[in-house]
């Protein structure tokens, strides 16, 4: 082999991995056109444009910031690319009591309001494209198991929020017997920590921030059929 056929054959192997991985998704997404839902088969009308609420700026910073990204993704992968669609809450529900089946894939709107697509670099944690549901789907069956185990002494204060349920994660990933198995470090300088024993640490305005982020994470919204892993079947006539 000659020198410049091996240059020509490096160049030709970044330069194609770069092309399809770097240059044509940037085309694809610097100008999104508007995607509308379809009548006669979508249930809603107009165009699609997803609701997302919480911290997303200031606890997009705070995320990259501790290297989150590192270790969980945000992007639930097109079925041809692997099966996040059949992982229980990463995509949606299967069984979702209020809207059926609410899994999806994820799509270039769900990145709207961040500087940057966190997508992620591996997967040493779970995807975190769902989080937001998944903690409120827990903190539902936990008061729901306290309730049950305390009858007439349960009342609302004892109610469990998904705010707590991540703060304490984020101050001790390995709380828990479950989660011993854990590798996730813990960022207990985002919290104050108690000025006398018995008491429990106050989380900054940082670690507000980042659970904000976090629990905004919830890509379980309707979409046009066009998007859709599980598209509503027309009604029949």
Same mark, same amino acid.
């Given at each position: 082999?000659?020198?410049?056929?091996? &240059?020509?054959?490096? =160049?030709?192997?970044?330069?194609?991995?770069?092309?399809?991985?770097?240059?044509?998704?940037?085309?694809?997404?610097?100008?999104?056109?508007?995607?509308?839902?379809?009548?006669?088969?979508?249930?809603? &009308?107009?165009?699609?444009?997803?609701?997302? &609420?919480?911290? =997303? #700026?200031?606890?997009?910073?705070?995320?990259?910031?501790?290297?989150?990204?590192?270790?969980?993704?945000?992007?639930?992968?097109? &079925?041809?690319?692997?099966?996040?669609?059949?992982?229980?809450? %990463?995509?949606?529900?299967?069984?979702?009591?209020?809207?059926?089946? #609410?899994?999806?894939?994820?799509?270039?709107?769900?990145?709207?309001?961040?500087?940057?697509?966190?997508?992620?670099?591996?997967?040493?944690?779970?995807?975190?494209?769902?989080?937001?549901?998944?903690?409120?789907?827990?903190?539902?069956?936990?008061?729901?198991?306290?309730?049950?185990?305390?009858?007439?002494?349960?009342?609302?204060?004892?109610?469990?929020?998904?705010?707590?349920?991540?703060?304490?994660?984020?101050?001790?990933?390995?709380?828990?017997?479950?989660?011993? %198995?854990?590798?996730?470090?813990?960022?207990?300088?985002?919290?104050?920590?108690?000025?006398?024993?018995?008491?429990? @640490?106050? @989380?900054?305005?940082?670690?507000?921030?980042?659970?904000?982020?976090?629990?905004?994470?919830?890509?379980?919204? #309707?979409?046009?059929?066009?998007?859709?892993?599980?598209?509503?079947?027309?009604?029949?006539?």
């Amino acid at each position: 082999m000659t020198l410049r056929t091996f &240059t020509f054959g490096m =160049i030709a192997s970044f330069g194609s991995a770069w092309l399809f991985a770097v240059v044509l998704p940037f085309f694809k997404t610097r100008d999104v056109k508007p995607v509308y839902f379809a009548d006669g088969i979508d249930e809603k &009308t107009g165009v699609y444009f997803p609701k997302r &609420t919480g911290q =997303i #700026t200031n606890g997009a910073k705070v995320y990259a910031q501790n290297g989150c990204y590192v270790c969980h993704t945000q992007v639930v992968r097109p &079925t041809y690319a692997g099966n996040d669609i059949h992982r229980d809450g %990463w995509a949606g529900f299967k069984a979702d009591p209020d809207r059926g089946d #609410t899994r999806r894939e994820s799509n270039v709107f769900d990145y709207q309001g961040e500087e940057f697509a966190q997508i992620g670099i591996m997967r040493i944690g779970p995807d975190l494209s769902n989080v937001g549901s998944r903690y409120e789907k827990t903190a539902i069956a936990l008061n729901e198991l306290n309730k049950t185990k305390l009858g007439d002494a349960w009342n609302d204060s004892m109610k469990t929020s998904p705010e707590a349920l991540l703060l304490e994660h984020l101050y001790n990933p390995r709380n828990k017997p479950s989660m011993r %198995w854990s590798t996730c470090p813990s960022v207990r300088f985002l919290f104050n920590e108690p000025a006398r024993e018995g008491l429990a @640490p106050s @989380p900054k305005p940082e670690a507000r921030a980042l659970v904000g982020y976090l629990l905004s994470m919830k890509k379980n919204d #309707t979409v046009p059929a066009s998007m859709n892993y599980a598209p509503p079947k027309p009604a029949a006539q």
